[in-house]
């Protein structure tokens, strides 16, 4: 099992250009959503209408079309 100076260790041989990736990882994974506002039932829904998309990308001229642009 890792300890904190088996990261301090990794953390130290990072390139430069990786600690702002790495930096915002760690925060994430301290993070505990705890300061998330409720999700109401509009944003609900489109969450859900996303997800049942699988993932799969969109033309630009579908979104203009979905949206009206």
């Given at each position: 099992?890792?300890?904190?100076?088996?990261?301090?260790?990794?953390?130290?041989?990072?390139?430069?250009?990786?600690?702002g990736?790495?930096?915002?990882y760690?925060?994430?994974?301290?993070?505990?959503?705890?300061?998330?506002?409720?999700?109401?039932?509009?944003?609900?829904?489109?969450l859900?209408?996303?997800?049942?998309?699988?993932?799969?990308?969109?033309?630009?001229?579908?979104?203009?079309?979905?949206?009206?642009?």
């Amino acid at each position: 099992m890792a300890n904190r100076q088996d990261l301090h260790e990794v953390v130290e041989e990072l390139p430069a250009s990786e600690l702002g990736a790495a930096l915002r990882y760690l925060r994430f994974l301290c993070y505990d959503g705890g300061d998330e506002e409720p999700v109401d039932a509009e944003t609900a829904a489109k969450l859900d209408a996303a997800r049942a998309e699988g993932g799969r990308p969109i033309a630009l001229d579908e979104v203009k079309r979905r949206y009206g642009l």
